[in-house]
Every structure is written in C-alpha cells, then in structure tokens.
C-alpha cells in the first residue's frame, strides 16, 4: 500500500535531549524527561521525533563530536532509559529518527586515540592522514572564522589528520571496508533498538573520498548501499539526508530510481524562504520550489525553517544575501562563518503576523515539515553564547525558575531570562492556557497540515496571481485540491485568480468560516491583509467530507 510511507505525510520535531528537559536536577536534559514530554508532543501533533546526537560525548560541538556510537551520554540517562523511552513513544504512536554523525567521531574515540598511537593499529586507516601538509589545508573549511584549516597535525600520529569541520572531530575514512560494516552495525543496533530511521549528518563530506593532494570525488553509490542494508534490515525506516546543495545536484542524493535518501532538508527552498519574507517578493521562492520539484515519486522534501545550526544563505546571490542579512541579522554578532544569521525565528521576524506567515508558508510548501523545539512557542536566541549556542538555550516550559526545564542552579546552557525572550513571558504553561497563544495557533495548523495530504503527496502548481508580493499554490491529489496563498508584503493586496474551477465553484476557507465563488469569468477575486495567508479546500462542500478515501 502506497500509504505506508509514513514519511510523506510527517510531522517532524526536532529535539535535543540535553536542552529539553531535565528530570534529575543535574542541570542537564535526559531521556527521562523527554519521556515526560511525549503528551505534550503528541497533542501538539507531532509524529515522529528527530532526535540530535545523545550518544557519550565530549559535547565539544553540541554532541556532533562522538565518543560511543552504541551508547547514551551518562548526562542523559542509561540505554535503558532509551528503551523506556522509544516505548513510551510507541504507545503514543509517535516515531523516533536519530542523527548518524558517522563523517567523523570525536579526536577522544578509542578509534582514533589507537589510530593515532599506533602505526600498525588496525584503526589507523579508519582516519585520513598525510605525511606531509597537503597545500590546499586551508581550502574548504566549514566554520570559516572559527576554524583555520582542513589538515591538523597530530604529535602522537606525527602525520596530518583530515577534518571537514572542527579540528577536533577527525574525518573517518567511510572507503575502509571496516568502517563500512562497522556503519551498518551502527545502523543495524539503533534499527533493533526500534528508530524508525536517521537524519544522516553532513551528507556530500560523509561520502568525499578524501586522498591528500587528489581531486574531490562524491561516491553517490554509497548512499544506494546504505539504503539497502537500511530497507533489508527495517522495511519502514528512512534516512533523511543533510546535503546542502544545488538542485542539479538533487539526483544524486535522492538517486534516479529513488534508491538512496528518502528524503532530504530542502536548503534551497529554506533559503528563499526567507528571501521572501525579507524582501516582500514571492518570485525567487515560487522559482526555488519549481528548481526542486522534480523528486523520484516515493522521495520528499523535508521543508523546515529554522533548525540547530546557523540560517545558512549561501545560496542565495550576494544581493540576495545582503538584503535578508540587513533585514533579519543586521548586527555582526547575529551572523556567523560569513553566510549565515545566528538567531532563532521569532526574533530575526519581528512580530506575530510575520511568524504566522512564516510557518503557514512552511507548512504549505511541497514536502513534509520539521519544527524545530521551542518555535512553536515563539522562543527567542541568546547572542552572547558562542557561535550556534545562540539558538540551543533550554525549552521554556513555565515562569518557574530555570524555565521548569531544571531545578539545577546551573544548567547546560543558561536559560534566557531576561528581556522580551525571558521564559517569564514566553513559555508553554501560559501559552497553553491562552487560546490566541502561538502554541495554540501552532497546534491548530499542524491539525489543518495533516488533514490536507495533498502536500504532502500531491502534484504542485504554481498560479499566476498578478501581484508579485503573492505566492499561490495549488495541490492535487486523489480528486481532492487544495489552494494556499501568501503575501510577503505588509500592506493588503488584492488578486484575481484563476484557480482552474467552474463558474460558482466555491473555495472553502479552512481556518476561518469563510469561502468565495468564482465569478462569470470561472476567476476569484480574493484580498489579502499585510502579511495574510489562506489556505482553501478548492471545488467541494465540506474540506472533510471531499476526502477521497484512499
Ligand atoms: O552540519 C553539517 C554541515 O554540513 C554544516 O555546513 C551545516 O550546514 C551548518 O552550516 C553547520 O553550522 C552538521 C550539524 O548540523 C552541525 O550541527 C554539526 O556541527 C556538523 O554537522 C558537524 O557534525
């Protein structure tokens, strides 16, 4: 049945287990608060929970940086509590992906400390090393400004290491035969311990074959192995891809045949998201959802707006750039490694209206979304703390001290409570009692995402609205069609469009009772308020009762 692909029609969230909640007092998340958290999850409609790197680990990179790739971080509890944990999820019937960060491990992983001590070591071909420093050790670092070069020397190993991102997270050689199977066991335990799939960390550095001084080839081919053991081993599980990249490049990662990622974040279309709403113009978005609509039929875009790391613009040209830098991340202390705004969504958007539109838009693109914790009560970043730790402040869950994350003194990341972001103001105990609150409005358009799976499996096209500050959107699916619109600019604009019905037909509005005929000309005039959005059952009577079965 078609409609087992769970992943089409998603609601993704992501969480990071230390930030979420802490149930012990130490300061720090653990799964067993998480587990406490599931209700709140599922009735927020959440369906399946991307969790971020929670293995033991020196936490040098948020957790990215691995010391055990079959355990859990003390901090966060034991694997049984993981256990406990995946179950309790099950019983809710939400599912759980993690991050495989198998690019590299931590510089503390006994593999690489044997690799390092000993030449003859079976673990020193699982890293990449030079004799010499290769010339181009500067070329292609990941966090310019943070990190100097690609090519570190190791005084023990007395030879150069290779490392795509800090100097402490050494690149393992993913063409060793062992490290190969060593990955499938990996896989194959977290499968066992009942993950529905990965969010597979750093995609296009994963599969680079590395040689000092040799030309950078990408071994695409891989990913079709991977996807194989992946599907022998669990039927139902994904892998969701992190690859940054140009939509010509798209084929590659999905594969022809739909034979390698099953899904992967849509970078592109993020970014021209945002474009969008700093310039008022839906033309660069409407042109970045046509570059990627092209996808094998049972792969999918995973849309999302803001996620752990930095709002990467590099993508956008310079101009483009400049402008959403100067509209949402002005300050030099809110942008980071020269292409990206180091703030969370709320803040870099200004106001409710903005915020609403953002995430309907989101939610409205072609694919499957992924929230990322704390947006959907509208929380606010921390520029003081380094780099991305700007946006990694713990969940703000009641005015109680430490934001009723912790009952530490001191927890992993200072909570934010001072200022319009301070948990004081914003958090989910007063936002749920509130029915205008974000989380409220938030729980209500997840509600009407799933009822609309047009967008998620549907075909898209795109309508010619006359106005260029609207993008509108028609969904197809199974005799059912849906139709959203957003206008990027603030002040009201009024459309005539041609959505492809009969005279009289009528567009029922879902979030508001309200709905529009066609006039004689088969076209709707519709005006939309500064910043307004809509999203329409097209032709029927009823947006439920229209259901096709499937
Ligand atoms: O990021 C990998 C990556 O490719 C980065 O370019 C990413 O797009 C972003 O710019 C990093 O700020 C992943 C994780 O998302 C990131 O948190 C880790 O630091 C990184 O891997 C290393 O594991």
Request: glycine share 8%; proline share 5%; charged share 25%.
């Amino acid at each position: 049945m078609i409609d087992d692909l769970w992943y089409k029609n998603a609601i993704i969230y992501s969480v990071n287990v230390g930030t979420f909640m802490d149930s012990n007092g130490d300061g720090v998340g653990d799964f067993e608060g998480l587990s406490r958290c599931l209700d709140y999850l599922s009735g927020l409609g959440v369906t399946c929970i991307w969790l971020q790197p929670f293995q033991p680990s020196p936490y040098r990179d948020a957790g990215y940086d691995i010391t055990d790739y079959y355990g859990v971080d003390p901090r966060h509890g034991s694997s049984g509590d993981f256990v406990d944990f995946t179950n309790q999820a099950k019983q809710r019937g939400l599912r759980i992906i993690i991050d495989l960060v198998l690019n590299h491990t931590s510089d503390q992983h006994p593999w690489f400390q044997a690799a390092r001590a000993d030449r003859k070591s079976k673990y020193r071909d699982w890293y990449v090393w030079s004799k010499k420093r290769p010339a181009d050790y500067r070329k292609g670092v990941v966090f310019p400004g943070v990190q100097q070069s690609i090519w570190s020397y190791d005084k023990i190993a007395r030879e150069w290491y290779y490392h795509r991102f800090y100097e402490f997270q050494p690149d393992l050689n993913t063409e060793n035969p062992e490290v190969q199977t060593e990955i499938q066991r990996i896989m194959g335990y977290w499968l066992e311990l009942g993950v529905s799939g990965f969010r597979v960390d750093a995609v296009p550095f994963m599969i680079e074959s590395r040689m000092p001084g040799k030309k950078r080839v990408l071994n695409y081919e891989y990913l079709t192995r991977l996807r194989n053991f992946l599907q022998w081993r669990e039927g139902d599980a994904i892998l969701l891809g992190e690859a940054n990249v140009v939509p010509a490049e798209d084929k590659d990662f999905f594969g022809d045949e739909g034979d390698r990622m099953h899904m992967l974040f849509n970078f592109y279309v993020n970014q021209h998201m945002f474009y969008a709403l700093a310039s008022g113009d839906a033309e660069p978005v409407a042109k970045a959802i046509r570059a990627t609509q092209k996808i094998p039929e049972f792969a999918q875009w995973a849309s999302f707006l803001r996620n752990h790391d930095e709002l990467d613009l590099g993508r956008l040209t310079d101009k483009q750039r400049r402008l959403v830098f100067s509209k949402f991340g002005s300050e030099k202390q809110m942008q980071l490694y020269g292409r990206g705004i180091r703030r969370r969504l709320a803040p870099m958007l200004g106001g409710r209206p903005q915020l609403e539109l953002a995430y309907s838009l989101m939610l409205s693109v072609p694919g499957t979304p992924v929230l990322r914790y704390g947006d959907e009560i509208g929380m606010g970043d921390d520029l003081e703390l380094k780099e991305r730790g700007a946006v990694r402040t713990p969940m703000q869950w009641s005015d109680e001290p430490q934001a009723g994350f912790s009952t530490a003194p001191k927890t992993i990341l200072p909570v934010i409570d001072e200022g319009v972001w301070s948990y004081n103001l914003i958090n989910v105990a007063a936002q749920r009692c509130d029915p205008n609150s974000m989380l409220n409005w938030t729980e209500r358009m997840i509600r009407f995402r799933k009822e609309c799976p047009e967008v998620g499996w549907g075909t898209c096209t795109i309508l010619k609205t006359g106005s260029p500050s609207v993008l509108a959107l028609r969904y197809d699916w199974r005799n059912n069609s849906l139709l959203t619109l957003h206008n990027f600019d603030d002040k009201p604009t009024s459309i005539l469009l041609d959505v492809g019905v009969k005279e009289g037909d009528r567009l029922v509005n879902l979030l508001v009772r309200d709905e529009s005929r066609a006039g004689s000309n088969g076209k709707h005039t519709i005006v939309l308020e500064g910043y307004g959005y809509r999203w329409f059952r097209v032709g029927g009577l009823n947006y439920i009762l229209n259901r096709e079965k499937y």
